[in-house]
């Protein structure tokens, strides 16, 4: 599986983004995409997860709310993070991560797929 996120870039504070990952090849229904964030001089968390089929979904406290994960019905085999109301401790690069494994996971390591970054900033 290769994924190719998109979708950062600049916003002001309150503003809202949306990422896309999309994922070459054709991820099992009982699998799980995530999105993970990297802020400068940090290290990476985990943002959100959701089953390929979409029917289970869980997020980070930090974000709970404010984002959502879903498939994207737009693309083909994609998934994307609607991000509203951003701080700007947003701030970071957003990584989608595929577990080639059934089962869900906040941990970054146990996901075996990565896609290459974008960059959201949040100005205040």
């Known amino acids: 599986v290769q994924l190719q996120a998109s979708g950062g870039g600049l916003v002001q504070a309150g503003g809202s983004l949306r990422l896309s990952c999309a994922a070459s090849g054709r991820p099992a229904g009982s699998y799980f995409m995530g999105w993970f964030r990297q802020a400068p001089g940090k290290e990476r968390e985990f943002v959100a997860y959701?089953?390929?089929?979409?029917?289970?979904?869980?997020y980070a406290d930090s974000v709970k709310g404010r984002f959502a994960i879903a498939r994207d019905n737009a693309k083909k085999n994609a998934v994307y993070l609607q991000m509203n109301s951003l701080k700007p401790e947003d701030t970071a690069v957003y990584y989608c991560?595929?577990?080639?494994?059934?089962?869900?996971?906040?941990?970054?390591?146990?996901?075996?797929?990565w896609g290459q970054g974008t960059l959201v900033t949040v100005s205040s």
């Open positions: 991560a595929f577990r080639s494994v059934p089962g869900a996971s906040t941990m970054e390591a146990e996901y075996k797929y």
């Open positions: 959701t089953r390929w089929n979409g029917y289970i979904t869980h």
